[in-house]
Each structure stands twice: as structure tokens, then as C-alpha cells.
């Protein structure tokens, strides 16, 4: 179509932790030639084969259409950037861990003329630190507003910003399609999202101050129609992407019950709770559940209460993840060490808990005080951040390459050896295979993500080892540098 407007959707991946593994190592020239490709091909498997999801948020926004428009997503894992078109408008997702390459790319396109729009979490929460960066921000969720954007750009009259006052309306039916992805770059492209919200207020997690404290549900019969068209598609697993699948029990009973007759397979993420709603439970294996990613955190009520998590007491998380392991469901355990109210006894705790429980995939990660979370301000104000609060940069989201503060009550000496003696214990190529043997399902899969922890936390272990010598160093030519 003559003068047709050409948007490209651009996905960067994180600079650290899953999507680009042990950015401290990486810049040491003290790996080995063997050492530098080794790596190189685990991280390319983790993005292939572990990891790697459409964006969700680019495919709803690539799917609503005006007239004389054409979009197009470019997931930089995979693709090149494709500067040989002309393209109108770029809109690009900042994701808290990629602040910097995404204003980066932001000021490459500017110079080559193509006007820019910024959304997605960090624009949301740090709109004025985005402004400069764009010609356009959207703020806020944007499946309202990203018609008008392309309306405008259609009738040259774009403006600077638009905000969504309001939560969009999930009950309203807004069809996602696939056309602009390309299928096989990706382990699986069956990506729903039924729900958006989350009734809880961890203050180590955004997604409640992001999405609203409100659970807000998609139709039943629209979530089922997606599940139909996908399989036309795609007939791989499943991916819900909800924050917690089971938040709403009334609401999964019905959603999950209405899938049973497509016979998929799927995962998603859920908390412990599941495993004493039995009716619940048997609902997700008979639907086709076969793992369900649960965060733990710590297993000292003391410790998850200090930031606001209350609903995982911990004197019945174990019996839980029994229960949901014993209805035919692989559990993806999550961890984090060094939370207030955490000793130097938890690592011997969290390694007799995964043995006892059989967690099928442990995560055991450090606390992230991610910028624009409670904890993140808390631990600003206390002194406790080894970086400046107004250097988001250093803040990337990441499993454990670095620390990012002093946890309560144990020194940083202490600290890193008890983490990286716990990650050298757990993750082990034997621990791997014996976690693969004793799955309820996906023993493949499950073997996969434990070989590929095992290289993970190793690089990790490397990442924070270089950091304690550095500290030992600072320390010991500033004797109170660290008090």
C-alpha cells in the first residue's frame, strides 16, 4: 500500500542473568579459548532451548490493527535489526535490566531518523528518566493506547506521550496473533496470559505495583479460543503466563476444566497454597499441567514476613510441594538467601529442604533490589545498596553474579562463601541426573534445566568469587569500609 506506515516492535534481552550469563565474567580476559566457546554455547542452549519465549507483550501489541499500518517484532536474541527498511516509528519494551542498551538503540535509530516510542515496565515507573531518550512515551499498560499511538502516527499528529489512566479491561476480547513471529526461533510460541494483577505485596517484586493489587480476568471462553487457534499453529507446550495461576481458585477450577478436552501440555507459576487445595490440584494435572515454577523464597517466616511475602507460612510449604509433586506435577523451586532475617544457617536449611521435598529444579538466587520496588527504597534509605540509588544501571536483574547490598546481619565476607559453597553443593551434574530420574514428568526437561544450572551457577560462583577479593581488598586498605 502507498504510503503505508512501517512500525517495528524491537525485544532486548536483559544485559545479565538468563539472557546473557555471567556479564562480570565476560569481561575478564581470563578464560580460555575452550572456556570463551563453551560458554558461548550454553548461553546460546539457554536462549534456544530453556528460555526462549515470544515476548507476550509485543505480540498483543503487534496484533491490533489500523489501517495503513504494517508492524513487524524483532526479538534481538535471534534477529539482526533490520535498518535496510524504512520504518516510521520503532517501539521499544524497557525491561528493568536493559535500561541502558535500550537507550542505546533508542539514540541509533534517532540518528538515522526513525522517530522512537519507549514503553514497558521501566518507562512506567521512571517516565522522567525515559523522556529524553524518545520521541513518544507510553505509559503504563498499553492495549488501550497503542491504537491511538498508530492512529496518530497514520495522521502525522503523534504526541509526546500517552498515558494509560486506567487498567485495560481484560474482559474485553483482543485477539493475539502470531503473524509477526517467527515460530521456530522459539522453544514454544503458545503464550497466554489469563489474568493480570496480583492480590499480594512482596516488596521485592513490581508486578503489584505495575499491574495493581486487583486480580483482573480474561473471559473464560476467550482464553479457551486462544488455546484452539494456537494449536493450529503450534501443538508445543503451553506457557501461562500469569503470576500466580491459582490466585483465583473458582476461576482456574472453570479455566482448567474447559482445557482438559485439548489435551496439552502446560506450566505455569503458582504458589505453594496449591498443594492444599486438592480439588484445585487434580484440576491442573488433569488439564495437562506438568510444571508450576513456586516461589519459597525463604523457609523462615521471619525472613519472608520482613518483606511483606504471607502466604507461604513456612511450616507447611514442604507438605505442599509434596502434594503438587505427587499429583503428577514437576516443581520448579525458587529461593532467595540473604533476606532479612536470614542466617548463615538457611543454605544448610534450603539443601535438606530440596533433598527432603524432591523439588525438581531448584533456583536459589540472591535478593534483587530491583529500582522502583519497596525493597529497592528501603534499602536506599538504610545505607544498605553498594551502588548509587540513582545509577539504575547497576541494578540489572540477574541470578547471582553480584551482589547489590549488605544483607541484615551477615557481613559480605561471610555471606558470598556461604551462597557459592550452597550453589557448588546443590548443583551438580549427579544431583542433576538423580533430580532427572525422580521427575513425575518431562524428565527430559528437567534434566536440561539442572545441567544447565549446574554451568550457570558456576559462572556465578566465578562472577562473585572476583567480587569478594575485591572487597577483601577494599577492606583491608579501608579498614571500615564496610561497617
Not at 534456544?48 to 499500518?69: D, E, K
Not at 517467527?182 to 503458545?190: A, D, E, G, P, Q
Request: net charge neutral; proline share 4%; with cysteine.
Amino acid at each position: 500500500m502507498n504510503g503505508e506506515k512501517s512500525v517495528l516492535l524491537i525485544f532486548i534481552q536483559a544485559q545479565s542473568g538468563v539472557d546473557g550469563a555471567s556479564l562480570l565474567d565476560a569481561q575478564s580476559g581470563e578464560r580460555s579459548l575452550f572456556g570463551a566457546f563453551r560458554d558461548a554455547t550454553m548461553n546460546e542452549l539457554i536462549k534456544r532451548a530453556q528460555f526462549a519465549i515470544p515476548p507476550l507483550s509485543l505480540m498483543i501489541l503487534s496484533s491490533i490493527t489500523v489501517s495503513g499500518v504494517h508492524q513487524e517484532i524483532c526479538d534481538l536474541r535471534f534477529d539482526a535489526l533490520p535498518l535496510e527498511g524504512r520504518w516510521d516509528l520503532a517501539g521499544i519494551s524497557v525491561q528493568t535490566g536493559a535500561v541502558k542498551p535500550a537507550f542505546e538503540l533508542a539514540a541509533r535509530l534517532r540518528q538515522q531518523g526513525i522517530r522512537v516510542v519507549l514503553g514497558g515496565p521501566y518507562v512506567t515507573i521512571f517516565p522522567e528518566r525515559c523522556r529524553a531518550h524518545a520521541d513518544v512515551l507510553v505509559i503504563g499498560e498499553a492495549d488501550d493506547v497503542w491504537r491511538d499511538v498508530l492512529g496518530d502516527l497514520v495522521s502525522g499528529s503523534l504526541k509526546r506521550e500517552y498515558r494509560a489512566d486506567t487498567f485495560p479491561d481484560l474482559s474485553v476480547e483482543r485477539l493475539v496473533h502470531k503473524d509477526a513471529l517467527r515460530l521456530k526461533s522459539y522453544f514454544t510460541t503458545n503464550v497466554v496470559q489469563t489474568t493480570r494483577g496480583c492480590p499480594y505485596s512482596c516488596d521485592f517484586c513490581n508486578v503489584h505495583v505495575l499491574n495493581g493489587h486487583r486480580l483482573r480476568h480474561r473471559r473464560i471462553d476467550d482464553v479457551v479460543r486462544d488455546v484452539e487457534r494456537y494449536l493450529k499453529e503450534d501443538k508445543r507446550i503451553f506457557f501461562f503466563l500469569d503470576d500466580t495461576v491459582n490466585a483465583d481458585e473458582a476461576y482456574a477450577l472453570e479455566l482448567f476444566r474447559e482445557l482438559i478436552p485439548f489435551r496439552i501440555r502446560w506450566v505455569g507459576q503458582a504458589t505453594t497454597q496449591l498443594g492444599e487445595h486438592p480439588r484445585l490440584l487434580e484440576m491442573f494435572a488433569r488439564s495437562g499441567c506438568g510444571a508450576l515454577l513456586v516461589g519459597i523464597e525463604s523457609l523462615s517466616d521471619g525472613s519472608n514476613f520482613a518483606h511483606r511475602k504471607y502466604h507461604n507460612p513456612a511450616i507447611r510449604q514442604a507438605e505442599c510441594i509434596r502434594a503438587i509433586r505427587s499429583a503428577g506435577i514437576c516443581v520448579y523451586g525458587s529461593f532467595i538467601f540473604g533476606l532479612d532475617g536470614d542466617t548463615l544457617a538457611m543454605p544448610e536449611a534450603i539443601e535438606a529442604f530440596i533433598a527432603d521435598t524432591g523439588i525438581d529444579v531448584p533456583g536459589i538466587n540472591l535478593l534483587r533490589p530491583i529500582p522502583g520496588t519497596g525493597v529497592f527504597n528501603r534499602l536506599a534509605d538504610e545505607g544498605r545498596l553498594l551502588h548509587d540509588r540513582l545509577n539504575h544501571d547497576a541494578f540489572r536483574f540477574s541470578w547471582g553474579q553480584e551482589m547489590l547490598y549488605r544483607p541484615m546481619g551477615i557481613s559480605l565476607e561471610e555471606f558470598i562463601p556461604a551462597y557459592t559453597d550452597l550453589t557448588r553443593r546443590v548443583f551438580t551434574i549427579g544431583n542433576a541426573l538423580k533430580r532427572a530420574r525422580q521427575a513425575p514428568v518431562l524428565r527430559s526437561a528437567v534434566l536440561m534445566f539442572n545441567l544447565l544450572y549446574v554451568h550457570m551457577y558456576a559462572l556465578s560462583r566465578k562472577d562473585l568469587t572476583r567480587q569478594h577479593d575485591e572487597l577483601s581488598c577494599s577492606a583491608a586498605s579501608v579498614p571500615d569500609a564496610l561497617n
